[in-house]
């Protein structure tokens, strides 16, 4: 990289953090819990949402606690699935950028999230392991898929997300059986960039993992769903 | 985009394009035939130029055909890799950035490619379904890996790498059975981005599929294994 080139996404950088900075201040004036879901094209986001969205609608009182943005270059069709699957939820299509940006998200904030309702925000980022990475978009946290199939050295190879997700969620691992896959090799690829965050094995397929996803979204569900003794 | 981040990025491409036409004519009058395979991370690009490697190695009286230039955010694990297999690699290291650019690729060409002796340069780019699609590095044709593991939509929500191609490979198809994927789906996907270009399907786990990539690459490699009959 040439300095100009430096200047220049350092410039950029700093007006998404502007932006993003505003995104955090409303979002939590206004008691939304947000998180930036981010991960390879066909890690699973998707599928991980539409369960998700089952199981909170299924456990909860109150459905519309949960609101979606989803990020995709072209077509609605994460949107459609969701709607499907019983969200509320927008498409954002970013067309030829790479990533969700923090004026992109500010956008949608005002007319789409309802204060007082919405207590959850999801944004499923544009699937790529690279760039979104680098874009704060305001959340509480960044959450990073890593599918089984991607095998086990893509966090040291592209490390940024990884060191900067409070949860790791491991996908596909109903997949294992199939695959050259080592979990201890992948633990160590994971602990070489972030030491600390949370490693969730799970596979939407079979369920597997799903409670404690659910619970590190919404404990106050989870709760609902089963009381404890008093 | 606002118009002056437009303009930045016509000017960034502008630049790149200039450079790939440099390294065009280099590898052209040197009789080097460039491939620029992208994807997702963990599509298989690594593992498949190992199986090729291999291949080519043991087909043919001339090894040192072949070079590799492949390219990741860190670390060198792709060229130890493929080394391993027995090919001649250099590893280039992006750092910040989300894809390789002509300017990476002229720098090595000098000194890596020895002209009169290599006349296939396959280049691996980052793992990156999106933003690699838009740098023309110079190659004679870009090569789109997808997995099976993916999902049959993604040609149409990331169309700009499948319109681009002169090949689509869709690898890992050993996992199939095991996968909720619609190989009809998938090919619609396809077809509605890119109506020409070659699906080859292919497993680098079973082989099947690599007699026509061979083929792809380098088709004098094949008939020097399959002689014609005279």
Redesign the interface.
């Known amino acids: ?1 040439r300095p100009r ?1 430096i200047a ?2 350092l410039s ?1 950088l700093a007006k998404n953090d502007r932006l993003a900075s505003e995104n955090r201040k409303w979002l939590s004036e206004h008691g939304v819990k947000t998180l930036n879901i981010i991960s ?3 890690a699973g986001k998707t599928r991980l949402l539409e369960r998700t969205v089952e199981r909170l609608n299924l456990n909860d009182a109150q459905p519309a606690r949960l609101a979606i943005l989803t990020g ?4 609605d ?2 949107a459609e699935r969701l709607r499907t699957a019983g969200a509320e939820v927008r498409q954002i299509n970013t067309h ?3 990533h969700l940006d923090a004026a992109m998200i500010g956008k949608e904030l005002s007319t789409f999230v309802r204060p007082g309702q919405h207590r959850l925000l999801i944004i499923e980022n ?6 979104p990475a ?1 874009f704060d978009l305001g959340e509480s946290h960044k959450v990073a898929l890593l ?1 089984t ?3 086990e ?2 966090p ?5 997300l990884f060191r900067r997700a409070s949860l790791i969620v491991l996908t ?1 691992i109903d ?1 294992i059986p ?3 896959f080592s979990l201890e090799l992948c633990t160590q690829h994971l602990r070489r960039v972030n030491p600390t965050a949370p490693i969730l094995m799970l596979s939407a ?1 079979t369920g597997e993992g799903m409670d404690a996803w659910i619970d590190f979204l919404m404990p106050q569900a989870q709760r609902e769903r089963s009381p404890l003794p008093a």
Do not use: M, W
């Not at 995709?72 to 077509?75: A, G, N, R, S, W």
């Not at 040291?156 to 940024?160: A, C, D, V």
């Open positions: 990289l080139r220049l996404e950029v390879s094209p066909g995709d270059q072209e077509e069709y994460d030829s950028a790479c544009v699937g790529n392991l690279v760039c680098a599918s199939t991607e095998g050295d893509k040291s190879k592209y490390p940024l596909k997949l199939h695959l050259d397929k």
